[in-house]
């Protein structure tokens, strides 16, 4: 890895650049209060082959990874949309990509690549069990050639403009193992087949406009053939996925904060109150400055992180801490931003605190900050387990 990682994917930001400044701010605030999804912008990402980033190019994808997946959502951010509609389908590759079988990247691959299928939603989290995933009560039993699955996940983000979701399921009752982490199976859920059958959605309307529900499920019916990897050993995939969700989440929360800043840059030099730009004084000048020194350092653990999950290096620390300090940074950016903006900042037409409700998001999801200090302070400082 080098310090000009950032530059040395210019032409690749310049060309997500260039897509996004057909959906300009009148499009994203269109989708906001009218509460849509943004179809248009997805379909015009997936038909341009940013979506299919990951898919090698065997399958029909562009083959790259997720240092470079993670410059394409952060330019979304950066150009004032938000990738939380699409983002999914790049971070649940890992999963698939280590651990789905042959037959099944052969099968979904191509057609997820190619625009016709996708692959937007990952089932894990529950209601009663929350970041507890080892507890969680969904089960999947085995019936002959079928998985019959019965219980609820909630923050079940895009079913609704899916086609295919993976699903965290308990195959093994949790007194029956010796690990917690054991006895948990992925499964590739086909939506168009269990809508009706099995399954029922319940959309929960949210703070920033981000299409997610309430999933029941009453024995569900999944073929065996799309168990993803070994029964039983669903954790540990998911972990990739988890992973390489944190380090695009980090790049997201990255391009707000050059977003905000930017705005607020431009807003303190052209407002003038008392006879002068408000950006001279230091109350103004001085939180966006530290906002922008936090963007930067979130962005060296950004590519750390992406770096090491490329080279197919444990990086859990890594894209913990990327995410961490990225989510925070794009937060003190955020402020900064709707204090300099003033009363104006609360007016929707210039856009920020839409921007301000979709990066507050990542305070919370998809870990929280808390969790990962506990993740930081029990597996990098070999402090006591603080849960």
Not at 5 to 30: I, K, M, N, T
Not at 92 to 110: A, C, I
Not at 201 to 211: K, L, S, T
């Amino acid at each position: 890895m080098t310090f000009g990682a950032a530059q040395d994917h210019q032409p690749l930001r310049e060309a997500v650049r260039d897509l996004c400044s057909r959906f300009d701010g009148a499009y994203w605030r269109e989708r906001d209060e009218r509460r849509e999804y943004p179809e248009a912008f997805v379909r015009a990402l997936t038909e341009a082959g940013w979506l299919s980033a990951l898919i090698p190019e065997e399958y029909g994808g562009s083959g790259l990874g997720v240092t470079e997946a993670s410059v394409i959502l952060e330019e979304v951010n950066h150009s004032g949309g938000n990738s939380g509609a699409c983002h999914a389908q790049m971070y649940v590759m890992g999963t698939m990509l280590r651990h789905g079988s042959d037959e099944q990247k052969r099968r979904y691959l191509p057609d997820i690549a190619a625009g016709t299928l996708r692959m937007q939603s990952f089932a894990v989290t529950e209601p009663t069990t929350g970041s507890d995933t080892t507890k969680l009560k969904t089960v999947a039993l085995r019936k002959g050639d079928r998985y019959l699955v019965t219980g609820q996940k909630v923050w079940t983000s895009r079913v609704q403009h899916s086609d295919l979701m993976l699903l965290l399921a308990r195959t093994t009752p949790l007194d029956q193992v010796k690990k917690k982490s054991e006895g948990l199976s992925v499964f590739l859920v086909d939506l168009r087949e269990s809508l009706g059958r099995g399954m029922s959605v319940r959309p929960i309307r949210n703070m920033p406009n981000h299409e997610t529900n309430e999933v029941f499920f009453d024995e569900l019916e999944v073929p065996a053939e799309n168990l993803i990897g070994v029964e039983g050993l669903g954790f540990r995939y998911i972990l990739d996925g988890m992973n390489a969700e944190r380090i695009l989440i980090a790049a997201e929360c990255v391009g707000d904060g050059h977003w905000f800043i930017e705005r607020a840059v431009k807003y303190a030099g052209e407002r003038v109150v008392f006879d002068r730009p408000i950006g001279r004084n230091q109350g103004v000048q001085f939180p966006i400055a530290r906002a922008h020194v936090n963007v930067q350092a979130a962005d060296l653990m950004r590519f750390k992180a992406a770096h090491r999950f490329d080279a197919g290096e444990p990086c859990g620390a890594e894209a913990n801490m990327a995410k961490l300090l990225a989510a925070d940074a794009s937060w003190e950016a955020a402020n900064a931003c709707l204090q300099t903006h003033g009363g104006f900042g609360f007016a929707a037409e210039y856009d920020v605190e839409r921007k301000f409700r979709e990066t507050r998001l990542y305070q919370v999801a998809p870990i929280s900050t808390n969790l990962i200090l506990a993740y930081i302070g029990e597996h990098v400082l070999g402090m006591p387990r603080t849960y």
